[in-house]
Structure formats: structure tokens, C-alpha cells
């Protein structure tokens, strides 16, 4: 079974940086649209919100709420997906997922980021 893997959750302070990556091995990489989610304590899985998505042609979408301050990119060599989160604010604090789609979806196990000084 394809299990992605979130890195670089933390602990920082308003205003400030964090750089989460995914690796998702075992999958035709280039084929998948790639996505970063938040999902707000107390909230189901299909309540997630989509944070940002590059597609494999290289189109991106961001949410409202992080255009601006968070950029997604993707390294089809290495199956892996970056978010650099810049100006960072207290309401970004969540649990971030990653996700591959296609003809199927994975689904990462989620890294905590908290904003907080």
C-alpha cells in the first residue's frame, strides 16, 4: 500500500517560515496532481481544506488563505512535494496532509504545524 511521508512541521513563531515535504515513493509521480491540507481540530477527514495543488502540467491553485505567503513545489525526479510557508500566522496552526491524485488518492499521515509565540 502507497503510505506518502510529511516532514518539517514545527513550532514557529508569527511571522515566521517552515518548509513541509512529502515524499511519495512507489508511484508514477509526474501522473499526480499533488496537494497540501489542513484540517482543523474537531473537524472529519472530508472537511480538510485544501491549502494549495500543482498539477503534473504545472498549473497550481492556492486556497484564499495562503495566496501570497505559501508556494508549492514539486521534484518529479525525487516523488516529492514541498509547501514553503512564509509569514506564517496563528491560524495556520493545524495538522497539514499531503496528497497524491489520480485515478486513485494517497493520503500522507499528517505533520503538526503551530504558530505561537
Known amino acids: 500500500q502507497v503510505q506518502l511521508v510529511e516532514s518539517g512541521g514545527g513550532l514557529v513563531q508569527p511571522g515566521g517560515s517552515l518548509r513541509l515535504s512529502c515524499a511519495a515513493p512507489g508511484i508514477p509521480f509526474s501522473n499526480y496532481a499533488m496537494s497540501w491540507f489542513r484540517q482543523a481540530p474537531g473537524n472529519q477527514r472530508d472537511q480538510r481544506e485544501l491549502?494549495?495543488?500543482?498539477?503534473?502540467?504545472?498549473?497550481?491553485y492556492y486556497g484564499d488563505s495562503v495566496k501570497g505567503r505559501f508556494t508549492i513545489s514539486r521534484d518529479n525526479a525525487k516523488n516529492t512535494v514541498d509547501l514553503q510557508m512564509n509569514s506564517l500566522k496563528v491560524e495556520d496552526t493545524t495538522v497539514y496532509y499531503c496528497n497524491a491524485a489520480a485515478t486513485v488518492s494517497y493520503w500522507g499521515q499528517g505533520t503538526q504545524v503551530i504558530v505561537s509565540s
Open positions: 491549502v494549495a495543488t500543482l498539477y503534473s502540467g504545472g498549473f497550481t
